[in-house]
Protein backbone atom coordinates (compact mmCIF):
# COMPACT_ATOMS: atom_id res chain seq x y z
CA UNK A 1 0.00 0.00 0.00
CA UNK A 2 2.69 2.58 0.90
CA UNK A 3 6.54 2.57 -0.73
CA UNK A 4 8.87 5.32 0.18
CA UNK A 5 8.22 7.33 -3.25
CA UNK A 6 4.82 7.27 -2.28
CA UNK A 7 5.37 8.60 0.87
CA UNK A 8 7.88 10.85 -0.39
CA UNK A 9 5.93 12.24 -2.34
CA UNK A 10 3.38 13.18 -0.38
CA UNK A 11 5.13 14.61 2.62
CA UNK A 12 7.35 16.93 -0.02
CA UNK A 13 4.21 17.95 -1.72
CA UNK A 14 3.78 20.37 1.32
CA UNK A 15 5.62 23.58 1.74
CA UNK A 16 6.53 24.35 5.15
CA UNK A 17 9.19 27.47 5.56
CA UNK A 18 9.58 26.44 8.88
CA UNK A 19 11.51 23.98 8.52
CA UNK A 20 11.14 20.25 8.39
CA UNK A 21 8.53 18.78 10.55
CA UNK A 22 9.90 15.58 11.62
CA UNK A 23 13.56 17.00 13.28
CA UNK A 24 12.88 20.66 13.20
CA UNK A 25 15.74 21.57 10.99
CA UNK A 26 16.04 24.78 9.71
CA UNK A 27 17.46 25.59 6.39
CA UNK A 28 16.71 28.24 3.62
CA UNK A 29 17.16 25.43 1.27
CA UNK A 30 14.44 23.12 2.51
CA UNK A 31 10.92 24.27 2.38
CA UNK A 32 8.93 21.03 2.39
CA UNK A 33 7.27 18.79 4.74
CA UNK A 34 9.89 16.24 5.93
CA UNK A 35 13.88 16.09 5.09
CA UNK A 36 14.58 13.17 3.48
CA UNK A 37 15.93 11.59 6.49
CA UNK A 38 12.98 12.06 8.33
CA UNK A 39 10.86 10.25 5.43
CA UNK A 40 13.24 7.32 5.61
CA UNK A 41 12.51 6.69 9.27
CA UNK A 42 9.04 6.99 8.42
CA UNK A 43 8.93 5.13 5.65
CA UNK A 44 11.04 2.08 7.39
CA UNK A 45 8.05 1.78 10.49
CA UNK A 46 5.50 -1.07 9.79
CA UNK A 47 2.42 -1.88 12.03
CA UNK A 48 3.15 -4.33 14.99
CA UNK A 49 0.74 -5.38 17.70
CA UNK A 50 0.57 -3.03 20.86
CA UNK A 51 -0.96 -3.10 24.01
CA UNK A 52 -0.60 -1.39 27.23
CA UNK A 53 0.28 -2.45 30.55
CA UNK A 54 -1.95 -3.18 32.32
CA UNK A 55 -4.32 -2.98 29.49
CA UNK A 56 -7.76 -1.76 30.37
CA UNK A 57 -11.21 -3.54 30.38
CA UNK A 58 -12.92 -3.57 27.09
CA UNK A 59 -9.71 -2.08 25.02
CA UNK A 60 -10.11 -4.02 21.83
CA UNK A 61 -6.56 -5.46 19.56
CA UNK A 62 -4.59 -2.93 18.91
CA UNK A 63 -1.92 -1.97 16.06
CA UNK A 64 0.11 0.75 15.81
CA UNK A 65 2.67 2.37 13.29
CA UNK A 66 5.82 2.74 15.80
CA UNK A 67 6.18 3.30 19.29
CA UNK A 68 5.62 7.78 19.91
CA UNK A 69 9.64 9.06 19.71
CA UNK A 70 11.37 10.39 16.69
CA UNK A 71 9.85 11.92 13.27
CA UNK A 72 6.82 10.24 14.40
CA UNK A 73 6.26 12.12 17.44
CA UNK A 74 7.18 15.29 15.86
CA UNK A 75 4.98 14.83 13.11
CA UNK A 76 2.21 14.10 15.16
CA UNK A 77 2.63 16.98 16.99
CA UNK A 78 3.54 19.38 14.16
CA UNK A 79 -0.15 18.31 12.64
CA UNK A 80 -1.91 18.16 15.91
CA UNK A 81 -0.86 21.36 17.24
CA UNK A 82 1.47 23.46 15.39
CA UNK A 83 -1.26 23.77 12.89
CA UNK A 84 0.28 21.75 9.99
CA UNK A 85 -2.78 20.52 8.74
CA UNK A 86 -1.30 19.34 5.34
CA UNK A 87 0.45 16.72 7.14
CA UNK A 88 -3.14 15.03 7.31
CA UNK A 89 -2.49 13.01 4.01
CA UNK A 90 0.46 11.59 4.87
CA UNK A 91 -0.50 10.69 8.31
CA UNK A 92 -3.67 9.18 6.97
CA UNK A 93 -2.17 7.24 4.52
CA UNK A 94 0.06 5.45 7.37
CA UNK A 95 -2.75 5.36 9.55
CA UNK A 96 -4.52 3.09 6.37
CA UNK A 97 -1.56 1.30 6.61
CA UNK A 98 -2.21 0.18 10.65
CA UNK A 99 -5.47 -0.81 9.22
CA UNK A 100 -5.06 -2.73 6.98
CA UNK A 101 -2.76 -4.80 9.78
CA UNK A 102 -5.21 -4.67 12.28
CA UNK A 103 -7.79 -6.04 9.60
CA UNK A 104 -6.38 -8.49 8.05
CA UNK A 105 -7.29 -9.39 4.67
CA UNK A 106 -9.81 -6.86 2.85
CA UNK A 107 -13.39 -6.26 3.84
CA UNK A 108 -16.34 -3.88 4.34
CA UNK A 109 -15.02 -1.90 6.92
CA UNK A 110 -15.84 1.06 9.12
CA UNK A 111 -13.87 3.39 10.65
CA UNK A 112 -14.62 5.23 13.76
CA UNK A 113 -12.10 7.98 15.05
CA UNK A 114 -11.91 9.25 18.58
CA UNK A 115 -13.66 12.66 18.34
CA UNK A 116 -12.07 15.94 19.90
CA UNK A 117 -13.73 17.63 22.54
CA UNK A 118 -15.85 21.01 20.69
CA UNK A 119 -13.07 23.12 22.26
CA UNK A 120 -10.24 20.91 21.24
CA UNK A 121 -11.66 20.77 17.44
CA UNK A 122 -12.00 24.76 17.67
CA UNK A 123 -8.38 25.60 19.20
CA UNK A 124 -7.03 23.03 15.90
CA UNK A 125 -9.37 24.21 13.48
CA UNK A 126 -11.51 21.21 12.51
CA UNK A 127 -11.39 17.38 14.51
CA UNK A 128 -7.64 16.01 13.96
CA UNK A 129 -8.55 12.58 13.87
CA UNK A 130 -11.69 12.88 11.67
CA UNK A 131 -9.26 14.62 9.05
CA UNK A 132 -6.67 11.36 9.24
CA UNK A 133 -10.02 8.85 9.11
CA UNK A 134 -10.85 10.57 6.13
CA UNK A 135 -7.41 10.68 4.11
CA UNK A 136 -7.11 6.66 5.62
CA UNK A 137 -10.29 5.86 4.19
CA UNK A 138 -9.00 7.57 0.88
CA UNK A 139 -5.92 5.56 0.72
CA UNK A 140 -7.88 1.66 1.65
CA UNK A 141 -10.32 2.35 -0.94
CA UNK A 142 -7.93 3.25 -3.70
CA UNK A 143 -5.87 0.13 -2.65
CA UNK A 144 -9.65 -1.62 -3.32
CA UNK A 145 -11.03 -1.49 -0.09
CA UNK A 146 -14.69 -1.06 0.68
CA UNK A 147 -14.66 1.45 3.42
CA UNK A 148 -16.40 4.15 5.42
CA UNK A 149 -16.23 6.50 8.06
CA UNK A 150 -18.58 7.59 10.82
CA UNK A 151 -18.47 9.91 13.99
CA UNK A 152 -21.32 7.95 15.46
CA UNK A 153 -20.34 9.13 19.41
CA UNK A 154 -19.67 13.16 20.76
CA UNK A 155 -16.76 13.94 23.48
CA UNK A 156 -17.76 15.82 26.66
CA UNK A 157 -15.70 17.84 28.13
CA UNK A 158 -12.70 16.23 30.74
CA UNK A 159 -9.66 17.08 31.91
CA UNK A 160 -6.49 17.40 29.28
CA UNK A 161 -4.99 13.80 29.49
CA UNK A 162 -1.63 14.97 29.41
CA UNK A 163 -2.30 16.50 33.28
CA UNK A 164 -3.33 12.74 34.50
CA UNK A 165 -2.01 10.03 35.46
CA UNK A 166 -3.50 6.41 34.68
CA UNK A 167 -6.00 6.23 37.50
CA UNK A 168 -7.39 9.59 36.39
CA UNK A 169 -6.87 9.03 32.43
CA UNK A 170 -9.22 5.95 33.39
CA UNK A 171 -11.64 7.76 35.19
CA UNK A 172 -11.74 10.83 33.07
CA UNK A 173 -12.57 8.28 30.22
CA UNK A 174 -15.48 6.59 31.62
CA UNK A 175 -17.68 9.31 31.21
CA UNK A 176 -15.80 10.60 27.88
CA UNK A 177 -18.38 9.71 24.66
CA UNK A 178 -22.25 9.84 24.18
CA UNK A 179 -23.69 7.99 21.43
CA UNK A 180 -25.36 11.15 19.21
CA UNK A 181 -28.69 10.78 18.59
CA UNK A 182 -30.33 8.27 15.95
CA UNK A 183 -26.93 5.81 16.07
CA UNK A 184 -28.63 3.71 19.77
CA UNK A 185 -29.28 -0.07 17.82
CA UNK A 186 -28.37 0.87 14.80
CA UNK A 187 -25.21 -1.05 13.89
CA UNK A 188 -22.33 -1.20 11.48
CA UNK A 189 -24.73 -2.61 9.20
CA UNK A 190 -22.19 -5.72 8.60
CA UNK A 191 -19.06 -3.67 8.39
CA UNK A 192 -15.83 -4.61 10.66
CA UNK A 193 -15.85 -1.96 13.00
CA UNK A 194 -12.30 -0.27 13.72
CA UNK A 195 -11.73 2.43 16.39
CA UNK A 196 -9.12 4.96 15.62
CA UNK A 197 -6.52 7.47 17.82
CA UNK A 198 -3.67 9.15 17.31
CA UNK A 199 -1.71 8.00 20.27
CA UNK A 200 -1.80 4.78 22.66
CA UNK A 201 -0.81 5.57 26.20
CA UNK A 202 -2.63 3.74 29.24
CA UNK A 203 -5.96 2.44 26.22
CA UNK A 204 -8.24 4.40 28.24
CA UNK A 205 -10.20 6.40 25.88
CA UNK A 206 -10.38 3.82 22.87
CA UNK A 207 -11.91 1.38 25.66
CA UNK A 208 -14.61 3.99 26.72
CA UNK A 209 -14.80 4.70 22.99
CA UNK A 210 -15.24 1.08 22.23
CA UNK A 211 -17.97 0.21 25.36
CA UNK A 212 -20.26 3.41 23.96
CA UNK A 213 -20.24 2.15 20.44
CA UNK A 214 -21.29 -1.47 21.72
CA UNK A 215 -23.99 0.19 22.83
CA UNK A 216 -25.14 0.83 19.56
CA UNK A 217 -24.68 -2.48 18.21
CA UNK A 218 -20.98 -1.81 17.04
CA UNK A 219 -18.44 -3.62 19.05
CA UNK A 220 -14.98 -2.61 17.81
CA UNK A 221 -13.24 -5.46 15.82
CA UNK A 222 -9.94 -3.94 16.41
CA UNK A 223 -7.87 -0.38 17.15
CA UNK A 224 -5.77 1.31 15.13
CA UNK A 225 -3.14 4.33 15.89
CA UNK A 226 -0.06 5.65 15.26
CA UNK A 227 1.79 6.15 17.78
CA UNK A 228 2.55 4.01 21.00
CA UNK A 229 4.07 5.50 24.39
CA UNK A 230 7.07 2.98 25.34
CA UNK A 231 6.70 2.83 28.50
CA UNK A 232 3.23 1.35 28.65
CA UNK A 233 3.49 -1.40 25.82
CA UNK A 234 5.19 -4.40 24.69
CA UNK A 235 6.29 -4.98 20.56
Known sequence: MRDIGGLWADLTDLVFPTGCAGCGR?????????????VCQL????????????????LPPCHALGPYAGPLREVLLSYKERGRHGLA???????????????????????VPV???????RARYGDHLTRLARHAAVRLRGAGWDVRTAVPVRALPRPDSVELDQAGRAEA???????RA???????????VVVLDDILTTGATLA???RTLRAAGMTPYGAAVLGATQKRRHW
Do not use: H, I, N
Not at 26 to 38: E, K
Open 26 to 38: RDDTLRRGCCPRC
Open 43 to 58: AALRPVPARPTPPPPD
Open 89 to 111: RPLGGLLAEVVAAAVGPARPVLL
Open 115 to 121: PDRAAAA
Open 173 to 179: AASAFRL
Open 182 to 192: GWAGRGAGGRT
Open 208 to 210: ALS
